[in-house]
C-alpha cells in the first residue's frame, strides 16, 4: 500500500508520488484532488503528461489568477520531462504559489534523478507508490483494503483471493470492493473460492478465452453453461474485462521476450505467451469497441438492465466480433 512520509497533509504545495505502481500513483492523485474539492468544488485540475508540459506551460498553469481560484497541476512520468522544463519546475519548486498543489508523479530509479532530488529538497509530501512484486507485499495489500472498507476478512480468504487473482493490483482491489458489497459479515476463505476460484473461475475465464479468440458460438455456449451452473454474473464481466485489457496492454507494448514483457505489464510469462496467440486479429479500435462493450456488460448486471444474462450474451458477441477485426 503507499507509504506516506510525516507530512501529510494533501494541501501541501507539492505532493511527490515515486514509484511505477500505476494504481497507488492514481490514488495518490485522487487523494489531493478530493481535499482541494473538499475544499473548493470549483477547483481546476491539469492533468498533464511530459508531451503536454512545454517550457513556459507551468508558468502559465500557476501565474496569479485574479479570483485566487484553487488548483491541482499533475505532472505525470515526470522523469520524461525535457530539460528545458525540468529547469521551469525547478524555479517553480523555489517560489510555489499560494492555492495552487503541485503533483508530480516519478517511476523513481535514476532516470530524472536531478528533479526527484530537488522536489524532496524542497520538502515535498512524499508517497511511495512501489511496484508490489512480491506475494506478501499483495496480500498485505488486500489486508489493507479490507480494512479501509471496515470489513473483516479471514486471513485464509484473504491469501485465497491473492492466489486466485494474481499480481493485478486494480483486480486485487475490485475483488474486495466486489466481495463487501456483496457479502455481509466477515468474509472468509468459503466465500473466496465461491467468487474466485474452482468451477467458477475456469468457467468464467473460459468464457473471456473463447470470446478474444473471436469464437463467438463456444464463447456463447461455454457463457450459458456457466451461468446455468450458478456463477456469478459479476464475475464473467470481470473475466472479460482481464481479457480484454491483456490484449490492449500486450498490444501497444514493445517487443521482448516473455519474462521481459511479464515484468513490464505485471502477468506471468506463461500468459503473455498465450495472449499473444490471442491478440492476432485485433486491432487498437477493436480493443476500444470491446472495452466499451465490457462497461456496458458491467453495467447492466450490476442493476443497469433488466437482464443480466442478455448483457453478458451481447458483450460477448461484440468482443468476439472485435477480435476478428484485422481477419478477412
Known amino acids: 500500500m503507499a507509504r506516506k512520509n510525516e507530512n501529510d497533509d494533501p494541501l501541501a504545495p507539492l505532493t511527490l508520488a515515486v514509484?511505477?505502481?500505476?494504481?497507488?500513483l492514481d490514488r495518490a492523485v485522487q487523494q489531493v484532488v478530493a481535499a482541494a474539492r473538499a475544499v473548493d468544488a470549483d477547483t481546476d485540475v491539469r492533468d498533464l503528461t511530459p508531451d503536454r508540459l512545454q517550457?513556459?506551460?507551468?508558468?502559465?498553469?500557476?501565474?496569479?489568477?485574479?479570483?485566487?481560484?484553487?488548483?491541482?497541476?499533475?505532472v505525470r512520468n515526470a522523469q520524461d520531462l525535457a530539460a528545458d522544463?525540468?529547469?521551469?519546475?525547478?524555479?517553480?519548486?523555489?517560489?510555489?504559489?499560494?492555492?495552487?498543489?503541485?503533483?508530480?508523479?516519478?517511476?523513481?530509479?535514476?532516470?530524472?534523478?536531478?528533479?526527484?532530488?530537488?522536489?524532496?529538497?524542497?520538502?515535498?509530501?512524499?508517497?511511495?507508490?512501489?511496484?508490489?512484486?512480491?506475494?506478501?507485499?499483495?496480500?498485505?495489500?488486500?489486508?489493507?483494503?479490507?480494512?479501509?472498507?471496515?470489513?473483516?476478512?479471514?486471513?485464509?480468504?484473504?491469501?485465497?483471493?491473492?492466489?486466485?487473482?494474481?499480481?493485478?493490483?486494480?483486480?486485487?482491489?475490485?475483488?474486495?470492493?466486489?466481495?463487501?458489497?456483496?457479502?455481509?459479515?466477515?468474509?472468509?476463505?468459503a466465500v473466496v473460492g465461491r467468487y474466485y476460484t474452482g468451477r467458477a473461475e475456469a468457467s468464467s475465464f473460459t468464457v473471456a478465452d473463447r470470446a478474444v479468440e473471436g469464437r463467438a458460438a463456444e464463447a456463447l455456449e461455454a457463457l450459458r453453461w456457466?451461468?446455468?451452473?450458478?456463477?456469478?454474473?459479476?464475475?464473467?464481466?470481470?473475466?472479460?474485462?482481464q481479457g480484454v485489457r491483456a490484449i490492449?496492454?500486450?498490444s501497444s507494448a514493445r517487443g521482448g521476450r516473455p519474462a521481459d514483457l511479464a515484468r513490464e505489464l505485471g502477468m506471468p510469462?506463461?500468459?503473455?505467451?498465450?495472449?499473444?496467440?490471442?491478440?492476432?486479429?485485433?486491432?487498437?479500435?477493436?480493443?476500444?469497441?470491446?472495452?466499451?462493450a465490457v462497461a456496458e456488460a458491467d453495467a447492466g448486471v450490476k442493476g443497469g438492465g433488466d437482464d443480466?444474462?442478455?448483457a453478458l450474451e451481447k458483450a460477448v458477441v461484440t468482443i468476439a466480433r472485435a477480435a476478428r477485426s484485422r481477419r478477412p
Do not use: N
Open 19 to 24: 514509484g511505477q505502481e500505476e494504481l497507488l
Open 55 to 74: 517550457p513556459g506551460t507551468l508558468a502559465e498553469l500557476t501565474s496569479p489568477s485574479l479570483f485566487a481560484e484553487r488548483k491541482v497541476v499533475v
Open 85 to 189: 522544463t525540468v529547469k521551469d519546475v525547478k524555479a517553480y519548486l523555489g517560489a510555489p504559489v499560494e492555492e495552487i498543489t503541485l503533483v508530480l508523479l516519478h517511476a523513481g530509479g535514476a532516470k530524472g534523478k536531478a528533479l526527484l532530488d530537488a522536489a524532496r529538497k524542497a520538502a515535498a509530501r512524499e508517497v511511495a507508490c512501489p511496484k508490489m512484486t512480491k506475494p506478501a507485499d499483495r496480500l498485505a495489500f488486500v489486508r489493507g483494503e479490507f480494512r479501509a472498507q471496515g470489513r473483516s476478512a479471514a486471513p485464509e480468504a484473504c491469501q485465497a483471493l491473492v492466489d486466485s487473482i494474481g499480481s493485478d493490483l486494480r483486480e486485487l482491489a475490485s475483488a474486495v470492493a466486489q466481495l463487501v458489497a456483496d457479502v455481509e459479515g466477515t468474509i472468509d476463505e
Open 226 to 241: 456457466s451461468l446455468s451452473t450458478g456463477v456469478a454474473p459479476v464475475l464473467l464481466t470481470s473475466a472479460l474485462a
Open 248 to 250: 490492449g496492454k500486450l
Open 269 to 292: 510469462p506463461w500468459k503473455i505467451d498465450r495472449v499473444r496467440q490471442q491478440m492476432r486479429g485485433w486491432t487498437p479500435e477493436g480493443v476500444s469497441v470491446a472495452l466499451r
Open 308 to 310: 443480466p444474462g442478455y
